[in-house]
């Protein structure tokens, strides 16, 4: 019984937890939530940082104000770091959520050292609220709790198996890369990973693994060290 990487930070998009008939789909949250209890016995400290994608997506086409609608942003994955909550604890995953802007009725305010003491707890973290601050993603809300958490690894679940060299669904020759660099991904203007994560991560040589959530099994899989999507880091050591 052994794990590749002790400290995750996975990022789920919004996106992947998505029901096709509605917005969230609880029993794949389940389904999530059983395999970190997995990897969790097997000695994984797990934090989650959660997207808002099935609820709420910038200004969705309106004429907004940026930071209004960064806020609903926010709030949508609160909702959703809710949801995994309570989906974790109904199959035994003793799971705690913290938000990084104060929302004391539903759940505790994030602080670096009540993230690590839970996780050191035997707890899995959810973290809502992304950085806290309008115009930032939740990949750079993930990759910024990652570098203070001390983690190991970043794993992005999406709804892409990985990153290409083009847009898939633009570019019919776009192929998937097994490993790339953050220099590439920042230098080719690749959107599959926020330009502020990737530099994040890049300044603060942090490796991560970009894969598909199309299986909840894929956590677990990448977690015990099986090469699957895409793994970026600086070119100087492998994930």
């Known amino acids: 019984m052994s794990v590749a990487f002790k400290r995750v930070l996975l990022k789920l998009s919004g996106e992947a937890l998505a029901a096709k008939d509605g917005v969230i789909n609880y029993e794949y949250i389940q389904q999530i939530g059983g395999v970190v209890g997995r990897c969790m016995q097997e ?3 797990i934090a989650i940082v959660v997207g808002a994608g099935n609820i709420w997506r910038g200004r969705q086409g309106f004429d907004m104000n940026r930071v209004r609608a960064d806020h609903m942003g926010m709030l949508a994955t609160a909702i959703n770091a809710l949801a995994i909550q309570d989906a974790f604890l109904s199959v035994g995953v003793d799971t705690v959520a913290m938000t990084a802007n104060p929302m004391p009725a539903f759940a505790e305010l994030y602080t670096q050292r ?7 707890s035997g707890k899995a973290v959810v973290l809502g609220c992304g950085t806290g601050n309008p115009f930032f993603s939740t990949d750079t809300g993930a990759v910024l709790r990652a570098v203070e958490i001390e983690a ?6 999406k709804n892409i198996d990985g990153v290409y060299t083009a847009d898939p669904k633009k570019d019919p020759n776009a192929q ?9 991904i920042l230098s080719n203007h690749l959107g599959v990973i926020d330009m502020t994560a990737a530099s994040l991560a890049m300044d603060n040589d942090l490796p991560l693994y970009l894969f598909g959530l199309d299986n909840a099994e894929n956590i ?11 793994i970026v880091n600086n070119g100087t050591k492998k994930a």
């Open 43 to 45: 000695g994984a400290q």
């Open 114 to 120: 009540d993230a690590i003491r839970a996780l050191e």
């Open 152 to 157: 190991d690894v970043v794993l992005m679940a």
């Open 176 to 184: 998937r890369l097994d490993e790339t660099t953050y220099d590439y």
């Open 220 to 230: 677990y899989r990448v977690i015990k060290g099986e090469k699957m999507g895409t």
